[in-house]
């Protein structure tokens, strides 16, 4: 009986489909915006047929393997990082409605996401845990950015202390406009309305 070296590195153990099509599919749908029937058109035409469970199934798994291998470059980002004199973080967290947000935190200078992680919501103590994880695997950034929202003040607060600690224009002058001319837009909606 006789192994083949080769095999293992094309394809998982016990997997019906090597890692170029478990990539091919990772990358069509996260960065590339296909749908599920869109991926199986593309492999489709391939001569690869794959269920749509399969091609969902693959999405996960290369997201899975795609943080594993992030984790496991932490290391060396953050050898880069303080090759290149620190990092500044950047924090920001997306929800919708009363769903989880999910935080995360980039490094301003060279654009790489350093982490993601679902928080139940932006209170402070939802967010020191991913800070102090952040702190832990790449050290303390030489400036934090960020909306301005009490919890992640006091997050950063609290973590970074000493740290300089800047509000995203982005999000200044969005609020600032809400306050400024949220009262004008109302007023003149309304009276579009009314004269239709």
Sequence with gaps: VHFSEVLPTLVQRGCNVAYDVLVFVGRALFQRHRTVQEVLCELAARNIHLSASEVTYLGRKFIAYLARAHSQAAPRIREAMTLAGGYVLHLDAMHAGDA??????LDG???IVLDNVKIPS?????IEPFLRELKKRFGTPIACVHDMGIGICNAVEDVFKNVPDFICHFHFLRDLGKD???PAYARLRKRLRKHS
């Design 109 to 111: 200078l060279s654009h």
């Design 100 to 105: 989880p947000a999910l935080m995360t935190g």
């Design 180 to 182: 400024l001319l949220g």
């Design 122 to 126: 932006e209170n402070a103590d939802s």
